[in-house]
C-alpha cells in the first residue's frame, strides 16, 4: 500500500547516513524531501505541515542522544512522529463491562462495512466473544443477504428484519438486535448501517437516529483507504453529522497512495483500531501505529537496533571509556565494560545483519564466530583487577595461571594481551590526529 512513500521516505534518510553531523541546511533540506514523500502520498496539507515542523524542530534542537549518529537521530525522530500522527498507542476495542457490547459500523457505501462485519465477527471469536451481526443496511439491494453470507462464514449468527416487509425501520431493527443478543447470550453485537454513494444528509440522519437509540460503546467509521483526499472530507462529515469513537480502514491492499487515509487520525482526533488488507475474513488485523510507521519507512530492523543501543548505552561509561582510549589509558577491564555493553544488545552477527546493506555480508556474519568473543571474555574474567588494570604486568607465570584458570591455551592469553597494546596505541595515535 504505502510503497511508495515508503521508497520515497527510506531514500532521504538513506542519504543521510555516513554524515558526522548535520548542518541545519542538511535538516532543512530533508525536511523538504519528507513533505514532498507525504504530498505526494497524498497526506492532508495541515498534517503535512505539523509533522514537518516538529521534526525540524526537533532535528535542530537540543535532542542528542550519545547513542545515536545524527542520522539514526533523524529517523528516530521521524519514525516517532510518524507514530504520533497514526495514534501513538494501539487502541484496543471498548467493550461494555455489563454485556452485551454494541459496536456499530458507518461509512460510505463501498467502504467495506459489511464485509467488515464479517471480519470483526470472526476476529472476536478468536478472542472468544460470541458476536452477533445486525443488518440494519436496509437500503442496499442484496446488503442483508450478503451479511447472511459473511456471517455464516464467520460462523457466527445474522439478526435481519424477515423478508416481505417492505423497507423496515433500520432503528427498529437496531434495537430488536440487541434484545435477540440479550435473549440468546451474545456478548457483543455488530450493527452494520447503510451507506450512500456521497456524503448524505438523509444517510447521516438514520445513523445518528441508530447510535442515539442504541447508544454504542464503539462507533466505528469504515473508510477505504484508496478515495484519497475524499477519506479526510468524508470523514469529518460522519465526525460532524454522526459523531465515530474510532476508525477502520480497509483496501489497504490497493496500491493507491493512501496518505489520506493516514491523515484521519490526526484531523478527526479519533484513533484507528483496525486496518483491512484483502476480501477474505482473515485479511484484517488490529492497527498498531508503531508498527505501520516502521513499515512505511522501510526500517523497521533499524529502529530496533536505535532503541538497542539506546538501552545499552551508558553514556557515562562510554565517555570515561574514550578519554582513556584518548590518553592511551584504556585498561582491559574497560574494554571487557564496552565489549558487554554491546553483547547486552543480542549477538553480533544479528546486530550486523539488522544493518541496512547487510544482506550482502550474510557470508561473513555466518562465520563471525560468538565463540571467539566468549574466550576474549573469559580470558580477562580470569585476570586479577590489577592486571586488568595495566596488564604490562601480565609476565609468562601470570600468562599460565590466566591460560589455565580460563581453560584456554597460553598462545591465545598472548594474543590477546598483545593485541590490546596495539589496538590501544593505536587509539591514542588516532586520538591524537583527530586532536581529541
Ligand atoms: P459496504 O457497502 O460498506 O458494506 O462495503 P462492502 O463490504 O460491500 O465492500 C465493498 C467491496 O469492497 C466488496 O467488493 C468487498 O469485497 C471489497 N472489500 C472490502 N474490504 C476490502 C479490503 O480490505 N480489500 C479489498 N481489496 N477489497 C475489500
Redesign the pocket.
Known amino acids: 500500500m504505502f510503497n511508495t512513500l515508503s521508497d520515497r521516505l527510506t531514500g532521504v534518510l538513506q542519504n543521510l547516513r555516513g554524515k558526522g553531523r548535520l548542518s541545519e541546511a542538511d535538516i532543512d533540506a530533508t525536511a523538504r524531501e519528507i513533505r514532498v514523500a507525504l504530498l505526494e502520498a497524498d497526506v492532508a496539507l495541515p498534517v503535512v505541515r505539523t509533522f514537518i515542523a516538529k521534526v525540524k524542530e526537533r532535528a535542530k534542537g537540543s535532542e542528542v542522544s550519545q547513542a545515536l549518529n545524527p542520522a539514526q537521530q533523524v529517523v528516530k525522530i521521524v519514525n516517532e512522529e510518524l507514530v504520533g500522527i497514526l495514534g501513538g498507542e494501539t487502541r484496543r476495542l471498548n467493550l461494555a463491562k455489563n454485556p452485551p457490547s454494541v459496536i456499530m459500523?458507518a461509512?460510505?457505501?463501498?467502504?467495506?462495512?459489511?464485509?467488515?462485519?464479517?471480519?470483526l465477527a470472526k476476529w472476536l471469536r478468536g478472542q472468544g466473544h460470541t458476536p452477533i451481526l445486525v443488518a440494519c443496511?436496509l437500503q442496499?439491494p442484496n446488503?442483508v443477504t450478503?451479511?447472511q453470507v459473511?456471517g455464516e462464514r464467520a460462523g457466527v449468527k445474522v439478526f435481519a428484519p424477515e423478508p416481505g416487509n417492505g423497507v423496515g425501520d433500520p432503528v427498529d431493527v437496531a434495537r430488536r438486535g440487541i434484545e435477540e443478543a440479550r435473549r440468546s447470550q451474545h456478548d457483543v453485537v455488530v450493527v452494520?448501517t447503510?451507506?450512500r454513494l456521497g456524503v448524505d444528509e438523509e444517510m447521516m440522519r438514520q445513523a445518528a437516529d441508530i447510535r442515539a437509540a442504541v447508544q454504542p460503546d464503539e462507533v466505528l467509521f469504515?473508510v477505504?483507504?484508496?478515495i484519497g483526499q475524499d477519506a479526510v472530507n468524508t470523514a469529518t462529515a460522519f465526525r460532524d453529522g454522526v459523531g465515530f469513537t474510532g476508525v477502520v480502514?480497509?483496501?489497504?491492499?490497493?496500491d493507491a497512495r493512501g496518505g489520506a487515509a493516514l491523515s484521519v487520525r490526526e484531523v478527526t482526533g479519533q484513533p484507528i483500531l483496525f486496518?483491512?488488507?484483502?476480501?477474505k475474513l482473515e485479511?484484517?488485523d488490529v492497527f498498531h501505529p508503531d508498527r505501520m510507521a516502521s513499515r512505511i519507512l522501510g526500517m523497521g530492523d533499524m529502529l530496533t537496533l536505535i532503541e538497542q543501543a539506546e538501552q545499552a548505552f551508558d553514556a557515562d561509561q562510554a565517555e570515561a571509556a574514550a578519554v582513556k582510549m584518548g590518553s592511551g589509558q584504556l585498561t582491559l577491564e574497560d574494554f571487557l565494560e564496552q565489549m558487554l555493553a554491546l553483547r547486552k544488545m543480542g549477538p553480533i552477527a544479528n546486530l550486523l545483519g539488522m544493518l541496512p546493506g547487510a544482506g550482502q555480508m550474510k557470508d561473513q556474519l555466518a562465520n563471525l564466530d560468538e565463540k571467539h568473543l566468549d574466550r576474549v571474555q573469559a580470558i580477562i574474567r580470569g585476570m586479577t583487577p590489577a592486571e586488568r588494570d595495566d596488564p604490562k604486568i601480565i609476565n609468562a607465570s601470570r600468562r599460565l595461571r590466566i591460560a589455565n584458570g580460563s581453560g584456554v591455551r597460553v598462545s591465545d592469553v598472548n594474543d590477546l594481551v598483545n593485541r590490546f597494546f596495539e589496538a590501544r596505541k593505536m587509539m591514542s595515535q588516532m586520538a591524537g590526529r583527530f586532536g581529541l
Do not use: H, I, P, Y
Request: proline share 0%; charged share 25%; hydrophobic share 40%.
Open positions: 459500523l461509512g460510505l457505501q463501498g467502504a467495506g462495512k459489511t464485509t467488515l462485519a464479517g471480519k443496511d442496499r446488503a450478503q451479511l459473511v452494520d447503510a451507506g469504515v477505504d483507504a484508496m480502514l480497509t483496501k489497504l491492499d490497493g486496518a483491512s488488507n484483502g476480501e485479511d484484517f
